[in-house]
């Protein structure tokens, strides 16, 4: 065998071990997620180097390549798509055109995206948007909101809040022909979060009276006290989210501060004041038996009351719901949440599940036994369209 040949096995097997990442036998369709992933890792690489070399922010190169999957408001047969703002909130909006026989439901979707990426303009969310509006004969208002690290917390919630709250009012509702005690909130990721966190706000906001029928959380994140639990040591590297990237996330959304980004992923970037607080995500009492098998629980190290001050956002229940006491829980509506197996977030959904059904909260669980994190953000595997049918046939029977 020649040099050339030798080289280009050597690349070959180079290139195949950077792609090839181990996945558990029940995940369906391992090798378009594996390539998936490759592709993500690799533009990781690529921001860190070039935000390294000093060219531009880590999440700016990420937002310049979405930009170009981003769909324009583009009408068919079946749903009318318009941009326009609530209340200054940029938002998109789908009515359906057939002939109502009644109000339709209304559902407010919010993306996801780690509070620094993403639009309601890319095409995962405008499919979703679309499908939901026609299955549902429902108004959809997918809403934006600012993203960091430019705006930090609690911008991306009082936006979403802001825009929430402009379409809960009746003349809005009576524009687009929305039964007001028919409209749910939703979110994936990032903006489950969001959403788990505007819904909370609005069950004790005398300003309202409109409270939504249903909330429906698909693999939240709901906290970022505890970055030790089993689903974060089991799921520390498997697609699509890695816990060096979430932690990334969380630190850009509450402060930007690179040292305790570092201090997050050593669990020990709690501040003193968050010791009451650690019982609502304490997942050894939280979790069932059988995701506490060969975990012992180690409660986070506590950092400096300068945390607290600098970065209220760790113990604010607006960026951590799971953080909720039980008496705000218990005002909730009826609830889905979406876990998936394989999501670093899975924990965080179980344990909110918990919380809800302890205070008395009507909780339908979806936890998807092969599924991993943003699986609904990709059509071109199978599992997104298991996954949608099951978050609009839940929606059907309960909105």
């Not at 996945?23 to 860190?48: C, M, Q, Y």
């Not at 055109?97 to 919010?110: C, E, L, M, N, S």
């Not at 979790?287 to 629980?297: D, T, V």
């Not at 977030?345 to 909110?352: I, K, N």
Request: glycine residues 8%; contains cysteine; aromatic residues 12%.
């Amino acid at each position: 065998m020649g040099r050339r040949a030798w080289c280009f096995l050597l690349l070959g097997v180079l290139a195949a071990y950077y792609i090839y990442t181990p996945l558990p036998g029940n995940v369906e369709e391992p090798w378009k997620l594996t390539l998936i992933d490759a592709s993500l890792r690799t533009f990781v690489h690529l921001a860190t180097f070039v935000e390294f070399l000093g060219l531009c922010h880590f999440f700016d190169l990420f937002m310049s390549t979405m930009s170009l999957r981003e769909a324009p408001p583009t009408s068919d047969e079946n749903v009318t798509v318009t941009d326009t703002k609530f209340n200054n909130i940029p938002v998109r909006v789908y009515v359906p055109r057939r002939k109502p026989d009644a109000q339709r439901r209304g559902v407010f979707y919010i993306h996801g995206g780690g509070w620094s990426l993403g639009s309601a303009a890319l095409k995962n969310y405008d499919l979703l948007s679309r499908w939901t509006a026609e299955r549902l004969d429902a108004v959809v208002v997918s809403t934006n909101y600012r993203l960091a690290p430019q705006y930090r917390f609690p911008i991306q919630f009082e936006d979403v809040y802001d825009a929430l709250k402009w379409f809960l009012q009746k003349n809005i509702l009576e524009e687009y022909g929305v039964d007001p005690g028919r409209i749910g909130v939703s979110g994936d990721s990032a903006g489950g979060n969001l959403a788990a966190a505007v819904t909370l706000q609005l069950s004790d906001d005398p300003e309202v009276p409109l409270r939504p029928k249903t909330q429906s959380l698909i693999y939240p994140a709901l906290q970022a006290l505890d970055m030790d639990t089993p689903s974060f040591r089991e799921n520390a590297h498997v697609p699509i989210l890695p816990r060096s990237l979430l932690v990334r996330f969380w630190n850009e959304y509450l402060g930007g501060d690179r040292a305790v980004e570092q201090a997050m992923l050593c669990n020990r970037h709690v501040p003193q004041e968050a010791g009451p607080l650690l019982g609502r995500v304490n997942w050894s009492s939280l979790l069932p038996q059988r995701f506490l098998k060969g975990h012992a629980y180690r409660a986070p190290t506590f950092g400096s009351s300068e945390l607290a001050r600098k970065y209220p956002g760790f113990l604010d229940v607006r960026a951590a719901p799971l953080l909720a006491d039980d008496r705000g829980l218990q005002g909730l509506p009826r609830t889905h949440v979406v876990t998936c197996q394989y999501d670093i977030l899975r924990d965080e959904g179980f344990m909110y599940v918990r919380r809800l059904r302890d205070a008395g909260v009507p909780v339908t669980h979806s936890h998807v036994e092969d599924g991993f994190h943003g699986a609904l953000s990709f059509p071109e595997l199978k599992i997104c369209y298991r996954m949608l049918d099951e978050y609009l046939s839940w929606l059907e029977e309960n909105l």
